[in-house]
């Protein structure tokens, strides 16, 4: 039943039907006192004073003494009474020594009960982990009978909606609202905003705000913050203009969509005048307010700003905290950020999403398997995102067995298998070696964007299958979803893996002719590489010469290697001598002239280079390797003797060296691995 009221449209249009009993009515236009925080359930009612037996519920702190004193309710018939035992529905509602089941069964309990009762259980159940409870039990209100909603019903419901982001749940109450003539209640209407633009609808929000013949505060904060939180910072910036014209000042919600709105904008002074207005009008510096600060200022690059808020603060929310640890890690100082994490009084999955994600973005990818492990051992469930960030992790390892453990787990802990879970799954089984089980894996998602599509034609290009990408990038077309320039991307490898020249050259002209798309650095490397590989050194030449943005070191690295690999020594020396200003540093550069002068029996030339890599200090950096055994990853530097296995490791390398040598293959072998590995430093 659950289901069905959930997601079928016309399944809800049943609950209308109770509707025809009531006639309209126009009930309070005023606006109500902004709603107590939820421990603050107690009532000055006088007849609550007066009784004993409820006055002393008003004390009450444990739900064993709120059973006593049931008792004696019972005892004495107070229990009859439907306003008594509303006091002792709003206790296990709302108080948080409270208990919604306990709730429900007194609602049940009683022959009739009274709008307040049901308000107060709607609203327990609107504020708890279950709010489509408050739905269901606003529909049994309805079938029931005996009472109707009011104008504190419906702000509730219209809260559940918007935590559950039921929009058309949301519309049918919203058409049994104007049955009931309380479309005129502001505290009604502030709900409808405020569930409209929590479920994205900012359009339908903002006709309904216009035509509200009276507003107030809470009405502009709730649009103010939808368009703030729906990425539309300029509009909420706009509104709070016309929101001062109509002499109405802000508050701490308010100033919170605007501070939020500069962060979006990265708009460092405009967020800085919002933070001397908070200061200079005393406005209360909430904790919330004070995290929106924060995060204003770590997305606009001062950091120390967000410290100086942060360590002011007496009270410090879980948000406050993460903002500080991404803020740091942002600004790449992953020390600092761990050591705030691990000095966090309390964590839930936000935060260690925040330092694992960190830990990939800088490519710290052990570390952050590292941690999801120990996140493990604290048994904190970890949610789709946590999933995401170690998939990428094992991506950027080639840690295939992690990954596939992982995939188990998503599996077997039955988590939402998203388009943003599913692509990262797709491109770990590609970029680990299985593209079999990355294609399933495609195949089987029921929803893919053009991240899901990119991902799978990259690992195609990747391992080879240049037909195969290419194909996919015209299903892609079919789909209607338009190509970035990570998916021209793909395409350029694809085409440059399979020596395609000419379905390179006409993807990398479609870029700008038919999706507008600009080619960047990127673009042009892969086109270099493609022709330089093809042997056309002098089209890449040409379209080296012709770019718009200067060549960096992955441009002039394709031109210098495709000019190795076919001899031409005069354009080789240009690319290097380019790629030396770059980077003099950079030892591969050195090695693969002196390899490309010695190839072309320049002897001089190469001892000179050799000689010029010693005068500047320059040492080849050593290459390092990596293997995954049993889910583990281990990794080996030139001449590296510190794993424990050292000597079967080296007795290994020996063998299969001999081996090498009685098939000739030790000198060839040597000769490509110079060439690769010195393209890779590159």
């Known amino acids: 039943m659950i289901r069905l009221i959930v997601s079928n449209q016309r399944s809800q249009c049943c609950i209308s039907k109770s509707f025809s009993n009531f006639p309209p009515s126009r009930l309070h236009t005023r606006a109500l006192p902004p709603r107590k925080l939820k421990n603050n359930w107690n009532t000055n009612h006088t007849f609550v004073q007066s009784n004993p037996l409820l006055s002393v519920l008003e004390t009450c702190n444990s739900m064993s003494q709120l059973k006593q004193i049931q008792a004696q309710m019972i005892a004495t018939g107070l229990i009859l009474d439907g306003f008594s035992c509303s006091r002792l529905i709003a206790f296990c509602a709302i108080s948080d020594a409270g208990d919604l089941a306990y709730a429900d069964k007194i609602l049940r309990f009683m022959d009739s009960p009274n709008v307040v009762s049901w308000n107060l259980a709607i609203r327990g159940y609107s504020e708890s982990e279950n709010p489509i409870k408050a739905i269901l039990l606003y529909k049994e209100m309805l079938e029931k009978g005996g009472c109707r909603p009011d104008n504190y019903t419906y702000p509730m419901l219209f809260k559940a909606c918007a935590r559950l982001l039921l929009n058309y749940m949301g519309h049918e109450i919203l058409g049994h609202v104007l049955k009931m003539g309380l ?3 502001v505290f009604v209407f502030n709900g409808m905003i405020h569930m409209l633009v929590s479920c994205g609808e900012l359009e339908v929000a903002r006709k309904l705000f216009d035509e509200m013949r009276f507003r107030d505060l809470v009405t502009w904060n709730s649009l103010i913050n939808g368009y703030a939180h729906g990425g539309q910072p300029w509009e909420a910036l706009k509104l709070y203009e016309e929101m001062k014209m109509e002499g109405i000042g802000p508050d701490e919600v308010t100033m919170i969509g605007l501070v939020a709105s500069s962060a979006q904008l990265e708009d460092l002074d405009r967020g800085r005048e919002f933070h001397f207005y908070i200061e200079d009008n005393e406005i209360n510096l909430t904790v919330p307010l004070c995290n929106a600060l924060m995060d204003m200022y770590v997305k606009c690059g001062d950091i120390k700003a967000a410290k100086v808020l942060f360590d002011g603060m007496t009270k410090k929310s879980t948000v406050s905290w993460t903002t500080m640890v991404v803020g740091y890690a942002k600004f790449g100082l992953l020390d600092v950020a ?35 492990h120990e996140m493990q051992d ?3 469930m970890p949610s789709e995102v946590t999933m995401v960030s170690c998939l990428s992790a094992c991506s950027q390892l080639g840690a295939l067995d992690v990954g596939t453990w992982i995939h188990r787990y998503v599996e077997r802990k039955r988590l939402c298998l998203n388009v943003a879970l599913g692509t990262a799954l797709v491109d770990m089984y590609a970029k680990c070696g299985n593209i079999k089980k990355a294609l399933q894996v495609f195949e089987e998602m029921p929803r893919k964007n053009s991240l899901t599509w990119t991902a799978i034609i990259g690992g195609l290009a990747l391992h080879g299958s240049a037909s195969d990408a290419l194909l996919y990038f015209s299903k892609m077309i079919d789909t209607g979803l338009i190509p970035d320039g990570v998916t021209f991307l793909g395409v350029l490898s ?13 993807y990398f002209a479609q870029m700008s002719s038919e999706y507008n798309l600009t080619p960047q650095l990127k673009h042009y490397s892969c086109m270099v590489d493609l022709l330089g590989r093809a042997g056309l050194l ?16 992955v441009v002039w690295g394709a031109l210098f290697f495709a000019c190795g690999m076919h001899g031409n020594v005069l354009m080789g020396e240009k690319a290097a001598w380019r790629l030396l200003e770059l980077d003099p ?12 002068y010695g190839e072309a029996k320049m002897w001089e030339e190469a001892k000179r280079i050799r000689k010029m890599m010693m005068q500047r200090g320059v040492e080849k950096t050593p290459g390092c390797s990596s293997i995954e055994v049993n889910g583990v990853v281990y990794e080996f530097i030139i001449r590296d003797k510190s794993h424990p296995q050292t000597e079967q490791i080296y007795e290994c390398l020996i063998q299969l060296t001999k081996q090498l040598e009685l098939v000739g293959s030790v000198l060839s072998v040597g000769r490509n691995y110079s060439f690769s590995y010195a393209i890779s430093s590159v």
Request: hydrophobic share 45%; glycine share 6%.
């Open 183 to 185: 479309d005129v209640d």
């Open 338 to 372: 761990r050591k705030l994490f691990d000095d966090m009084p309390e964590k839930d999955v936000v935060p260690w999403n925040a330092m694992i994600g960190a830990y990939v973005q800088a490519k710290c990818s052990k570390e952050a398997l590292a941690l999801f």
């Open 378 to 380: 604290m048994n904190i």
């Open 494 to 506: 694809a085409c440059c893996h399979g020596g395609l020249v000419d379905e390179g050259r006409m």
């Open 538 to 553: 002098e089209e890449a030449d040409a379209l080296v010469n012709s770019m718009p943005m200067e060549a960096d070191a």
């Open 585 to 596: 540093d950079d030892s591969g550069i050195y090695v693969l002239l002196a390899n490309m």
